[in-house]
């Protein structure tokens, strides 16, 4: 099955008289249980793609479904299939870590908020700091926070913006090793990063979004393919894909 399918997404936005186009017919269909990585320079499409998906942004046109489920005609079904892990997000002053977990529950309607509040804060390693205040935690604590607060709602696709921006080496690490844990209990993900060994380390598959547009999308072996490095680091591979249009960009830029 399907966990995700877009076809053909394009959104715009306007900035002064110039229209920016942030995505350009997208289309990409992600399995049930895979973890696919969305590759892109800054300001390439990615977070705005990761908006559309939880129905955040009104398309131009296009569509996307998720587990079958249209995200525009069927949001509120959409919200209960789906959460969102960034790596910017603020937390609430003067809460613990338990307390913080219990306020999310209430919101996202959770029956049985103590065994889930417990469940996540087992699998995200947080047991033994539920009684701090959540805005005193490292920034490796404080990632397994966000983490544990999207898994309060059980979700089959997750999505990761950029989960592991700014943590040190270990926690970061201890990142990727929740990621690998949810993958074996059957959630999709969807995930963002700049990070190329993180990409490669965990996705099944790779698509690589560029000015708006996927450029290609495939494991990496496949996109060594596409690139015509087949010795090459996913580093060069990212830069060969990408080369053309942001080479075409800076032109037009100077011109």
């Known amino acids: 099955m399907l966990a995700l399918q877009s076809e053909n997404v394009c959104k715009s936005f306007a900035h002064g008289k110039k229209i920016i186009a ?3 017919n997208v289309s990409l269909e992600i399995r049930e249980g895979e973890i696919v990585g969305l590759l892109g320079p800054n300001g390439a499409g990615k977070t705005t793609f990761i908006s559309a998906i939880c129905g955040l942004l009104e398309l131009d ?20 299939e ?26 996202y309607s959770i029956p049985d908020k103590k065994q889930r509040i417990e469940d996540a804060l087992i699998q995200t390693g947080l047991s033994e700091k539920r009684g701090q205040i959540a805005n005193t935690l490292s920034s490796g604590y404080r990632q397994r926070f966000y983490i544990s607060k999207a898994l309060l709602t059980h979700p089959r696709l997750l999505l990761m913006d950029e989960p592991t921006v ?11 090793v929740l990621v690998q844990k949810q993958k074996k209990q059957g959630t999709t993900i969807l995930l963002t990063t700049h990070y190329m060994h993180e990409a490669e380390q965990l ?6 979004i560029n000015s708006g547009r996927i450029e290609a999308f495939g494991t990496v072996r496949e996109l060594k393919k596409m690139a015509d490095r087949p010795s090459g680091s996913l580093e060069e591979v990212f830069l060969a894909l990408t080369k053309s249009r942001w080479e075409g960009d800076f032109v037009e830029a100077r011109s």
């Open 22 to 24: 942030a995505l350009e």
């Open 203 to 208: 996705c099944d598959r790779i698509a690589i």
């Open 82 to 107: 789906i959460n969102l892990v960034t790596g910017f997000a603020g937390l609430l002053n003067g809460l613990s870590v338990e307390d913080l977990l219990r306020y999310y529950a209430m919101l």
């Open 166 to 176: 700014g943590l040190d080496v270990e926690s970061a690490r201890q990142i990727r």
């Open 61 to 80: 046109s296009g569509s996307i479904a998720v587990f079958g489920k249209d995200v525009s005609r069927e949001r509120s079904q959409v919200i209960n």
